[in-house]
Nanobody
Framework: QVQLVESGGRLVQAGGSLRLSCAAS????????MGWFRQAPGKEREFVAS????????DYANSVKGRFTISRDNAKNTVSLQMDSLKPEDTAVYYC?????????????????WGQGTQVTVSS
């Protein structure tokens, strides 16, 4: 069993930066890939970024590529999302997720464990 708790979301002005964190419990954290997803009001939840268990491979949605950076610290059981050059369209609830049998990082249905989400609001 893995439990995930996100933090770091807040109101920020366009062009600013935020760093989201996801704290995980469970001994298998370091062996699972991790993903960040987001859901804006009135929209479906979408993939943002993912990182392999070792941290050696990352993937990003086109909409955030070059602005967001995902990283992980397996010793501390945390995964982070550094968000720079934020835009109003980045406003959403951000979720971290993980699972044991992820073959495609963008496929939400493959993720077994989800956090409760943290709100990011970017003002123009």
């Amino acid at each position: 069993q893995v439990q995930l708790v996100e933090s770091g979301g807040r109101l920020v002005q366009a062009g600013g930066s935020l760093r989201l964190s996801c704290a995980a419990s469970g001994r298998t954290f370091s062996t699972y890939p991790m993903g960040w997803f987001r859901q804006a009001p009135g929209k479906e939840r979408e993939f943002v970024a993912s990182i392999s268990w070792s941290g050696g491979n990352t993937d990003y949605a086109n909409s955030v590529k070059g602005r967001f950076t995902i990283s992980r610290d397996n010793a501390k059981n945390t995964v982070s999302l550094q968000m720079d050059s934020l835009k109003p369209e980045d406003t959403a609830v951000y979720y971290c997720a993980t699972g044991a049998r992820i073959t495609n990082a963008g496929w939400q249905h493959e993720y077994d464990y989800w956090g409760q989400g943290t709100q990011v609001t970017v003002s123009s």
